[in-house]
């Protein structure tokens, strides 16, 4: 099963037309990395804890989805999908905007991202599994907590890690082995599939200033003074990522859902892991 759902993960990202610029051939994104998590894994009870009682566990989420025909939640099966290098080099470009190709990839790109989970549900219900992507089971809402201020209740980032491709930065981002400039989904099923495992030795283990201190070089590419050796002020992030750009390129752009990413680009982490933490057949920076 596991080589089945990797082949048509990664097939659809390949040879899709739906990841393409609309005008040009170039995709979004390129080839994914593909990683897989226990449904109960304790991780996803300690997120209950570490993000809000809101966020839910992949047994949650099948169960509210299928009712009293809820099977047993088996395994989250999670995927990276890196933006290109052409994409990525655009946005390194640029100082306070971001760049036009990277503005479509984050609407477009994640158009795209939605058909890739339709797809990856509707392959597991054609071989007879339960499936649900939890991003699109209804259940998904964006939630403001006291604590950790916004959040929701369900994160792709941390199903991503459970699923042992990557960790979390002082940026806010998840660095994988292909970087930090991505996007990334999930769909839960009641197929088993062997759990690929962690190799981090903590949750910021990818992320150089919280190995050993140093760089913070997405602390100087921030237009907005969200970043700082504190951290990620998500208020002002979303401010400016929302608001100012928005009002700014969204329009020329033609696209409303903008992103900015430049904490993303012409950074250690763009592409890679830049704290030789790499692992598989995709080598870290150092390699
Ligand atoms: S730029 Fe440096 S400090 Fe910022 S997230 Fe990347 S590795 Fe961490
Ligand atoms: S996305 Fe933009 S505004 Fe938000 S932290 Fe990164 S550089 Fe700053």
């Known amino acids: 099963m596991e080589s089945v759902i990797r082949d048509q993960i990664v097939s659809f990202v390949l040879e899709s037309p739906d990841n393409r610029f609309p005008d040009c051939e170039q995709p979004y994104f390129e080839e994914p990395l593909i990683g897989f998590a226990a449904a109960d894994d304790p991780l996803f009870s300690e997120y209950k804890k570490v993000i809000g009682p809101f966020h839910l566990t992949p047994r949650e989420i099948m169960k509210n989805s299928y009712g009293e025909r809820a099977g047993e939640a088996a395994t989250v099966i999670c995927w990276i999908l890196p933006i290109t290098q052409s994409t990525r080099e655009s946005n390194g470009r640029e100082e306070v905007m971001p760049s036009r ?8 790109g994640e158009h795209f991202n939605t058909l890739l989970r339709m797809r990856v549900v509707e392959m597991l219900r054609f071989a007879g599994a339960q499936a649900v992507a939890p991003l699109l089971s209804g259940m998904w809402q964006p939630v403001m907590d006291p604590r ?31 970087g930090i400039a991505h996007r990334c989904g999930s769909v839960i099923t ?55 750009v928005r009002s700014t390129v969204g329009e020329l752009y033609g696209v409303m859902e903008t992103g900015c990413g430049l904490c993303q680009t012409k950074v250690p982490c763009e592409s890679c892991s830049p704290a030789g933490t790499g692992t598989g057949e995709n080598k870290p920076c150092s390699s």
């Open 190 to 244: 009641n197929a088993v599939v062997t759990p690929t495992g962690r190799s981090c030795s903590d949750p910021w283990s990818n992320c150089l200033f919280f190995r050993d201190g140093s760089c913070g070089v997405c602390i100087g590419r921030c237009p907005a003074g969200a970043i700082s050796r504190q951290g990620h002020d998500k208020e002002k992030c979303k401010d400016y990522a929302y608001g100012e």
């Open 101 to 108: 190709p990277w503005a479509l990839t984050r609407a477009h």
């Open 148 to 178: 950790v201020g916004m959040a929701s209740t369900w994160s792709e980032r941390h199903a991503a890690y459970a699923a042992g491709l990557g960790t979390f930065s002082l940026s806010d981002g998840f660095i994988t082995d292909k």
